[in-house]
Antibody, heavy 120, light 109 residues
Framework: QVTLRESGPALVKPTQTLTLTCTFS??????????VSWIRQPPGKALEWLAL???????YYSTSLKTRLTISKDTSKNQVVLTMTNMDPVDTATYYC????????????WGQGTLVTVSS | EIVLTQSPATLSLSPGERATLSCRAS??????LAWYQQKPGQAPRLLIY???NRATGIPARFSGSGSGTDFTLTISSLEPEDFAVYYC???????????FGPGTKVDIK
């Protein structure tokens, strides 16, 4: 079955760079049509899409955050990595990775999320 | 950027009642509209994709409709486990961009 799991630091200091890893199983990111995204959710607030990488290694970013984000994949390890630079307390959120598979423009499988707090 | 608005912000209903949730896009998204359910402490769960297609394992009481800028999620008869927050999400065709609505909370009256 398809599973995704996020990992990374629970606490980062302002101005630091955050690195998050999504480790997945049950599908291959080299299969045509497969994509993995990062999405975040500040406490008590709505979801915000951050970035997406597809099977062909094309990368897409949120317009408002693109200067701070980098997404990459390691197909052999079944991992997708997100880095976000210059972290600020407003970036405190639960960060999710999610799969977009096939023709549907929707995220059909999600990780459980990882809470990242930005504080000195 | 396409903005999604959801109404109402909160819907207070009793089990067995019908729930009708609205999502409006600031410009046409064709049928690239999805709905998710989120319960406290959990990741979102995909309910509906491409405006009207139920995701795998989703009960038939959930249905979606609409196209262009106006979309509706209907829960025909609320079960106790349906009380949650519901988000709509759109995908722009090119370049790929995704936005979520602010959510509608369905709570117990």
């Amino acid at each position: 079955q398809v599973t995704l799991r996020e990992s990374g630091p629970a606490l980062v200091k302002p101005t630091q760079t955050l690195t998050l890893t999504c480790t997945f199983s049950g599908f291959s990111l080299s299969t045509s049509g497969m994509c993995v995204s990062w999405i975040r959710q500040p406490p008590g607030k709505a979801l915000e899409w951050l970035a997406l990488i597809d099977w062909d290694d094309d990368k897409y970013y949120s317009t408002s955050l693109k200067t701070r984000l980098t997404i990459s994949k390691d197909t052999s390890k079944n991992q997708v990595v997100l880095t976000m630079t210059n972290m600020d307390p407003v970036d405190t959120a639960t960060y999710y990775c999610a799969r977009m598979g096939g023709a549907a423009a929707a995220f059909d499988y999600w990780g459980q999320g990882t809470l990242v707090t930005v504080s000195s | 950027e396409i903005v999604l608005t959801q109404s109402p912000a909160t819907l207070s209903l009793s089990p067995g009642e019908r729930a009708t949730l609205s999502c409006r896009a600031s410009q046409s998204v064709s049928s690239y509209l999805a709905w998710y359910q989120q319960k406290p402490g959990q990741a979102p769960r995909l309910l509906i994709y491409d405006a009207s297609n139920r995701a795998t394992g989703i009960p038939a009481r959930f249905s979606g409709s609409g196209s262009g800028t106006d979309f509706t999620l209907t829960i025909s008869s609320l079960e106790p486990e349906d009380f949650a927050v519901y988000y709509c999400q759109q995908r722009s065709n090119w370049p790929p961009d995704f936005t979520f609505g602010p959510g509608t909370k369905v709570d117990i009256k």
